[in-house]
């Protein structure tokens, strides 16, 4: 999981990204594929069972204002309990998955802010830090630039989906951009 390739990750997240906003759930399916076997090195049938999480947790998080974050928050603690024991990292499974939501709350938070005023874009680059820092055992600070590059990316997905979700549009071109930008700089350090 520490030895990713920042291009191949980024690309899979941006198509993820695409398919989550227009519900389309079985080419979600397929991207996570790609995202858990690029991003956390798992053999492919684990890559199966871990992209099953990733595709329940975000089915569960989709709806809003009605969602399910407990569901989202299990869904994902599996996922990390999966890449825990396959390559026996330090990080705390629950923990884990208690930061992955709380990125996702952020980005919400973000994406509404009729209904969160106070949301800022500071506070989900502090989330994604926060989730990067305890996933690699790294001081949080040193992986800022990579959260900033994520964040970047989700607000160019953000005005993507504003503007109507068009799949062609140039924008998805500049969210990957973004994303392996993050991913690159995460690569760096871990």
Do not use: C
């Amino acid at each position: 999981m520490r030895t990713f390739d920042p291009v191949r990750l980024g690309n899979a997240e941006a198509d993820a990204w695409v398919f989550y906003y227009q519900r389309r759930w079985f080419a979600f399916l397929r991207a996570a594929l790609v995202l858990v076997r690029a991003g956390f090195g798992l053999s492919w049938p684990r890559s199966v069972q871990g992209a099953w999480y990733v595709l329940r947790g975000n089915q569960l998080w989709a709806p809003f204002p009605d969602n399910d974050p407990e569901g989202a928050r299990e869904q994902m603690r599996r996922f990390y309990a999966l890449v825990h024991r396959i390559h026996r990292e330090s990080f705390d499974v629950d923990e884990a998955a208690r930061l992955e939501i709380g990125w996702w709350r952020a980005h919400r938070e973000m994406q509404h802010r009729d209904a969160y005023p106070d949301a800022t874009k500071e506070q989900l680059v502090d989330a994604l830090a926060t989730l990067y820092a305890h996933l690699y055992a790294v001081p949080a600070g040193s992986v800022r630039a990579a959260a900033r590059g994520r964040a970047d990316a989700m607000a160019v997905s953000d005005d993507w989906v504003a503007a109507g979700r068009d799949p062609r549009s140039p924008a998805i071109e500049v969210e990957r951009q973004a994303l392996v930008r993050g991913y690159t700089a995460l690569r760096a350090v871990v």
